[in-house]
């Protein structure tokens, strides 16, 4: 099961990091002390050199401007968060844990910032899969707020799936799908993954269906493969076959043809599922060509074509993971004959 849910969530670990709009302050009314001329300076020119992705520029300002010993605790923070949010643009989520942890523990920011600097340091954490300190960072957020924004009931979520406790993650990702009916397709694939989890795979299928149907889902192979699996586990065959069709219809490789040759297989529909392996043999791109032999061995034999089946069969036994059954089926051609 894990394994699809990692084709659900393919690009999905982390919530986007370091955006403003994702927490809503709470309404304590206490703001970050306004920096001084010289450090506002400095950091609207990070600013700027982030924003043209010169981060090097950026590092090397803020650094200079951190070194200061005139600077106010509030300054410093806002000196380190913004250092932090680079480091994490730049992927040195190290660097980016050291400079959120360090400007929070200045307890010198208004609460719209804490709360911004909380919300990015948990999502680091979670990019770095240190998924108890994200839980304990996002957690301590959520108890600022009341009710919690969808953004940090995803990042909640996010956190419990990566230690792998689905049931707990399960309801604060549908919480946050309802609150946001613009829900981006890393959340959808997210719940979607979660109810698969969860035993409820025709929730997810459902899931998924409506966010292709509205765009809002790229209908990717792989995507399309996930859906297969979700109706096929939910017990509607016919669904998962269709999905599949279309999922081999547009493959650019034949993973797609070989899916839909084994459910075939298992419906005992050999002549597409023949079809359907051929085809898959045919783009290649498979990683397990051997199997798609064996299975093509298997449809031809039980449509009665024992040449055929032989040569897919023999193709078969020249691979180790295939040889025994693929032996034990030319045992039967021979017997057949």
Known sequence: MRNVTRVLCCALITLSLACAG????????????????????????????????????????????????KLTDSERALVLGTR????????????????????????????????????????????????DEALRVLGALAARQSPPTPELEMGLAN????????????????AAVAKRPDAPESWLRL?????????????????????????????????????????????????????????????????????????????KKWAPAAHALESALAKGGLGDAATAQLLLGIARFEQGQMGPARAALEKAAASDKTRAEAREWLDEVDARK
């Open 84 to 131: 932090a949010y680079a480091w994490t643009l730049q992927k040195s989520y190290p660097q980016a844990v050291d400079g959120y942890e360090q400007a929070l523990a200045l307890h010198a920011l208004g609460d719209a910032d804490t709360e911004l600097y909380m919300f990015n340091l948990g999502q680091v954490y979670i990019a770095t899969r240190s998924y």
């Open 22 to 69: 994702a927490v809503a302050p709470s309404k304590r009314a206490t703001r970050t002390e306004p920096p001084g001329e010289a450090t506002a300076r400095a950091l609207n020119a990070a600013q700027k050199a982030i924003a043209a992705k010169d981060y090097e520029s950026a590092q090397a300002t803020l650094s200079k401007t951190q070194s200061s010993s």
């Open 191 to 267: 719940l979607a993954s979660l109810m698969l989890e969860q035993g409820r795979p025709r929730d997810a299928a459902a899931l998924l269906d409506k966010g292709i149907a509205e765009g809002r889902i790229e209908p990717s192979t792989k995507t399309l493969d996930a859906l297969a699996t979700a109706w096929f586990k939910a017990g509607d065959a016919a669904q998962a076959e269709a999905v599949l069709r279309r999922a081999a219809a547009n493959a650019p490789d034949g993973r797609a043809d070989l899916r839909l040759g084994k459910l075939l297989i298992e419906e």
């Open 159 to 174: 956190a419990w799936w990566g230690k792998g406790d689905s049931a707990r993650a399960l309801p604060l990702a549908e």
